[in-house]
């Protein structure tokens, strides 16, 4: 049975240590993954990172990291679980709940101008790489990008049958280490294997490549001919620990058109397919669009009402960020059980409408980006291929507060224009290496104590008794954390007072996985909205 989780209870006590794998740090210390390190141990080692500025972190970041351990009542720490993002590793504990797990990541404080900048986004040409035989003119491979969604900078042939792919995200860096890549290969020989190497000019490889022979079904590349180089901790996928320099892998091909990308391909054309099927199949959803990109792309809008009448909304978001499919997918689960027509349905649709907007950011995901949306009108001065004047190329959810970008402007009329009867529940849909839900700490209490959120604690505590054998991850986001309000996640709390999660997917989560989850997370909202 589920221990319940008091919500104004102090639920963690976490550690950080930066720019050193975790298994570099338990061997140099004596232990493992699971040692137990004293008070004194964390101080000292902390303390020599600094000193020899081996650990890339702040004097800010060292003396709050100092002055948290020194306040704990703990007197010694585990390395139960470990949390990667980019170089940085965090040492996380566990909650009071055998199924509910809560860590508090102590990442060094963001540049508040970051992913906020107009950078010049360079429009990657469409284009085909042919290699011929050496004897003649004839074609024997080539490569393109010219699909919705290509990512494909360059081809190099660095050996007879090896090929190097190159991809370059939309601006320079600093990026987000999320490097897209989605080619197609045509071929005239068969029963040819080839090496395909992927490199990259920012950035580490970080997902598992899938094939597809249409473009539309897809599956993963066995993950046991994968060779990775650099920064490889295990064999594992999907949880941050899979990242190297470059990977490669072996390509059987047959005569026929081969797609490889770094997720399936769910671009703003298989979106709108979706949403109208969705609309096909249920009378009580309309689908609209509620802008414009800055490339002039529909942000599509779907609307589910049963009954035409007023009622407090429920929120769904999703594709801010361009290379996370994963979200959704878990995204189209969730609303698909949410419409089932299912008893929890009828009884859910009868109290609450649903905004579900799908796709913020079409143009970052029709280009392929990695990271940021697109432009809108702008020069080329130099000729180089990228923009020298325009808005665009910045990271959507980092533009909540200023609302500089006409998709996130058109989000927020569309929420506000759907809150007459108030916003009963916000969630926005991401991916990262595993599975995990980002909640705003509240004030909950008498004294003002920031406090885990009671009504997402519930609807985890639902969702924890239909997944009996799934950990649930938890990560709370302070309000005085200033990259917060910048947030989709943020401004809901700041303007409506509502429940707001950031539904984030692993990478590498089985797709029948992330599907069950999903729709067990919308039963589990509706048990929660409907009590």
């Not at 320099?245 to 059987?252: C, D, V």
Request: proline share 6%; charged share 20%.
């Amino acid at each position: 049975m589920t221990t319940k989780l008091d919500a104004s209870a102090p639920q963690y006590s976490c550690i950080q240590i930066l720019g050193e794998p975790i298994q570099k740090v338990a061997q140099r210390v004596g232990g493992s993954a699971d040692h137990t390190l004293s008070k004194e141990d964390i101080l000292a080692l902390l303390n020599s990172q600094h000193n020899s500025k081996s650990a890339k972190y702040t004097d800010q970041v060292h003396d709050s990291l100092l002055k948290a351990i020194q306040a704990s009542s703990s007197q010694a720490f585990n390395f139960v679980d470990v949390w990667k993002h980019n170089s940085r590793v965090a040492i996380q504990c566990k909650s009071t709940s055998s199924k509910i797990e809560v860590s508090k990541a102590l990442y060094p404080p963001e540049d508040p101008t970051k992913g906020q900048a107009h950078r010049g986004v360079r429009l990657e040409p469409k284009r085909f790489f042919r290699f011929t035989e050496p004897s003649s003119e004839k074609v024997k491979i080539a490569f393109d990008n010219n699909f919705p969604g290509g990512r494909l900078a360059n081809v190099i042939q660095t050996g007879p049958s090896k090929f190097t792919i190159v991809s370059s995200p939309e601006n320079e860096p600093p990026i987000n280490d999320s490097p897209w890549y989605a080619f197609r290969i045509n071929s005239a020989e068969k029963h040819q294997i080839i090496t395909i190497e992927f490199a990259y000019t920012a950035g580490l490889h970080r997902y598992l490549p899938k094939i597809s022979y249409d473009g539309t079904h897809w599956q993963s590349i066995d993950p046991s001919i994968v060779s990775r180089n650099g920064l490889v901790e295990d064999g594992t996928w999907g949880d941050g620990t899979g990242k190297g320099f470059t990977a490669s892998f072996p390509l059987a091909l047959d005569g026929h058109t081969i797609w490889i990308a770094a997720q399936e391909l769910i671009t703003s054309d298989r979106i709108l397919e979706w949403s109208q099927k969705m609309v096909n199949a249920h009378p009580f959803i309309s689908f609209s669009t509620i802008g414009k990109s800055n490339g002039g792309r529909d942000i599509p809008m779907l609307t589910i009402n049963k009954g035409n009448t007023p009622k407090p909304t429920v929120v769904l978001m999703g594709r801010q960020h361009p290379p996370e499919v994963t979200g959704t997918l878990a995204q189209m689960s969730f609303v698909e059980a949410l419409c089932d027509n299912g008893y929890l349905s009828k009884q859910f649709l009868a109290k609450y409408n649903v905004i579900v907007i799908p796709n913020v950011n079409p143009d970052g995901v029709d280009q392929g980006h990695w990271r940021h949306n697109g432009i809108g009108p702008c020069t080329d001065n130099n000729n180089d291929g990228a923009c020298d004047s325009g808005k665009g190329g910045i990271d959507l959810n980092r533009d909540w507060q200023s609302s500089n970008e006409p998709e996130t402007r058109a989000v927020k009329q569309a929420i506000e224009v759907h809150s007459k009867k108030g916003i009963a529940f916000f969630i926005d849909f991401h991916s990262t290496y595993k599975d995990v839900m980002y909640l705003i700490e509240v004030n909950e209490d008498a004294s003002g104590k920031a406090a885990l959120d009671s009504r997402v604690l519930d609807w985890m505590e639902k969702l924890s008794a239909r997944e009996k054998d799934y950990q649930i991850k938890l990560i709370p986001l302070s309000r005085s954390n200033p990259i917060v309000p910048k947030t989709s996640e943020g401004w809901i709390d700041k303007t409506f007072n509502a429940p707001a999660v950031t539904y984030e997917v692993g990478d590498s989560t089985p797709r029948e996985k992330l599907t069950r989850l999903a729709h067990n997370a919308a039963y589990a909202l509706i048990e929660h909205l409907t009590k």
